[in-house]
């Protein structure tokens, strides 16, 4: 953050204009308009702490999004529903040897989220996939992997999410077209995909001093030796509206528009169902909700210091200036390598303009004109833009807001 405000001194401020877009009904940038601030505006370091607090309270929705999924969750877990399925899961695999088919499995379900659902929804779900992984003699990385890269893949092709559609009619393409390619694409990228996870996987089952948290402090740990549960009719009550409340999530984000809020209000619903039904005090079930949150505080503070780079950005005008030099640089580089360019510079661009749909709103009309070797040069660009969205979810906090 210190180097970022340092850059504010060195990036000359400017703008774009912007105007509504009749079709969506967006505020979009006029790539004609760009003009460079007469007045700087660089952030100072001392700058920095109110930077931060803004940011965690511009993305409070986010913010307690994540705290409020995860002391859900954690009253889910309570229940010792995952933990008896779980060894049932250890038990059954380990005797016919094919635990490693778990992976491709688990993935494949959070794939299939992943085509109309973001990765920041899920970032809660991470201590499921480490208790499932860890079951079957795998680490931490396996479990994480499991939900985000398998969300990440669906989000990352993009076949059906809110974004693609917002980008497709600004840049003037039908809605939703290319979505044959886009399904056939994101099997590859999940097959890849399981692939990788499942080398590693088999790596440190062989030989656990290979995993990359061998020896770690503090990593989550689960043996299911230390803690047998038999499955009883409750475990299935709790399934149910666990499993109820994934299909009203996809059901409300894809017909009503669901935002955070809604998702959190409806997570902190299964947890309190889940709890009743299985018989656990209200007064138990305040107790446990809480600590879920305590446990997700710090990953929740490090999405809002993310944030606050982006502010610090925005507060001193230099993003369009950004990426109005990355545009310009790509009228430079030669037509066939203008692809990599683009999905380059929809990274860079990521990391300051967090948002999706945002980033759609700036890139799609300052971009699309730029030729590629393609013959339609629009669609490689959606493409491009939405992998590299996803890409960097994976490694920055940032875009997950």
Request: aromatic content about 10%; some cysteine; charged content about 10%.
């Amino acid at each position: 953050m210190v180097v970022v405000s340092l850059l504010t001194y060195v990036i000359p401020a400017g703008s774009y204009g912007r105007v509504e877009d009749p079709e969506t009904g967006k505020t979009i940038v006029d790539p004609t308009t760009f003009a460079y601030s007469d007045e700087s505006n660089p952030v100072s370091i001392l700058q920095i702490p109110t930077m931060i607090v803004q940011a965690i309270e511009k993305n409070a929705s986010l913010i307690f999004s994540i705290i409020i999924i995860a002391g859900a969750l954690e009253i889910i877990l309570s229940t010792g529903m995952f933990h008896a399925f779980c060894n049932k899961l250890s038990r059954a695999c380990a005797k016919s040897g094919k635990e490693i088919l778990f992976i491709p499995a688990i993935t494949l379900i959070f794939t299939l989220i992943g085509l109309t659902q973001s990765t920041d929804k899920f970032i809660a779900f991470g201590p499921i996939g480490v208790m499932l992984a860890v079951t079957l003699g795998y680490d931490a990385i396996v479990g994480i992997a499991i939900v985000l890269l398998g969300v990440g893949v669906g989000f990352s092709v993009g076949a059906l999410h809110t974004t693609t559609a917002v980008a497709q009619q600004i840049s003037g393409l039908d809605l939703y077209s290319g979505i044959t390619v886009r399904l056939v694409v994101t099997v590859i990228f999940y097959i890849l995909t399981t692939v990788y996870i499942c080398r590693y996987a088999s790596r440190i089952k062989k030989d656990p001093s290979k995993s990359f948290l061998y020896k770690v402090e503090g990593v989550m740990k689960f043996d299911p030796s230390e803690s047998e549960i038999q499955i009883v009719w409750k475990h299935f009550l709790v399934l149910a509206i666990f499993v109820a409340g994934l299909g009203i999530l996809m059901w409300g984000c894809l017909k009503k528009g669901w935002s955070f809020q809604e998702t959190s209000i409806l997570f902190l619903w299964v947890g309190i169902l889940s709890g009743l039904v299985y018989g656990i005090k209200p007064s138990q079930i305040c107790k446990t909700f809480i600590k879920g949150c305590g446990g997700a505080t710090g990953a929740a503070l490090v999405v809002g210091f993310g944030a606050a780079v982006s502010l610090v950005l925005n507060t001193a005008g230099v993003i369009d200036t950004v990426v109005m030099g990355l545009a310009q640089a790509l009228n430079v580089v030669p037509k066939f390598l203008r692809g990599p360019a683009m999905f380059l510079a929809n990274v860079i661009i990521n990391f300051f303009i967090p948002s999706c749909n945002g980033q759609a709103a700036v890139v799609m009309p300052i971009m699309a004109p730029c030729p590629t070797s393609s013959a339609s040069p629009v669609r490689p660009l959606l493409w491009l833009s939405s992998s590299a969205t996803a890409c960097e979810t994976m490694f920055c906090p940032m875009p997950l807001l």
